[in-house]
């Protein structure tokens, strides 16, 4: 009996394994197609900023054509992908250069923003977002931030009022890094609206102050 309980014991134990190790090759195949076709995209919205800041320098009036065209749909793109990178981040799976390259694609769509409130009276708002994603020093209320700055952004574009959202990880080596350095940011979350600096904001916060500049 002894020996039939063993068997029982291991065939059930190989199943377990066989079981998680399938999972976990899934799960790894997964995320790296995930990370792959986001590079792809991220790659492709580079592109098209590319595209927009050579017109830029030779044509004026045909750049606020195609920026007041593409600009908005841009957005969307970007949107979709930061929300997708905030989910491998929660996962644990997000890759560094990933990142880096989501970051580094995000400030050149915030220097060419710039360039179309200037010369094309673009009109929208937008808030620049640091928040830091460590294992080893967690921040507990950024997670809760990058929710509540979604709930305004929808909100408000529900509202006709359009918000972009640039967030950039302060802590982690690279462009996000030196942002948070030349932006002085020394606590997490912050948000940046209009050149004043806030800490944590619930959704109904960030929208009365936004409305409250927009009305005075």
């Not at 899934?26 to 790659?43: A, C, D, F, P, Q």
């Not at 990880?169 to 030349?182: H, I, P, S, T, W």
């Amino acid at each position: 009996m002894r020996s039939i309980d063993y068997l029982v014991f291991f065939t059930g134990f190989v199943i377990v394994l066989v079981i998680f190790m399938a999972g976990f090759v899934l799960g790894w195949g997964y995320t790296k197609s995930l990370n792959e076709k986001t590079v792809s995209e991220i790659n492709e919205l580079s592109s098209k900023i590319g595209l927009l800041q050579a017109i830029s320098e030779r044509d004026s009036e045909e750049f606020c054509s195609l920026f007041n065209y593409l600009f908005p749909r841009l957005e969307q793109t970007s949107w979709r992908l930061g929300e997708r990178i905030e989910y491998l981040e929660s996962q644990g799976r997000v890759d560094r250069d990933l990142k880096n390259l989501y970051f580094e694609y995000l400030y050149r769509d915030y220097l060419l923003l710039q360039t179309g409130i200037e010369r094309c009276n673009y009109s929208t708002e937008y808030i620049i977002y640091f928040y830091y994603n460590n294992d080893t020093r967690p921040c507990d209320r950024c997670y809760e931030q990058g929710f509540e700055i979604s709930e305004a952004r929808n909100i408000l574009r529900n509202e006709g009022i359009m918000l972009r959202v640039y967030s950039f990880d302060g802590l982690m080596e690279g462009l996000g890094e030196y942002l948070a350095r030349k932006n002085n940011i020394t606590d997490y979350p912050t948000i940046i609206y209009r050149s004043k600096k806030y800490g944590y904001l619930t959704s109904d916060q960030l929208i009365k102050i936004i409305k409250d500049e927009l009305s005075g």
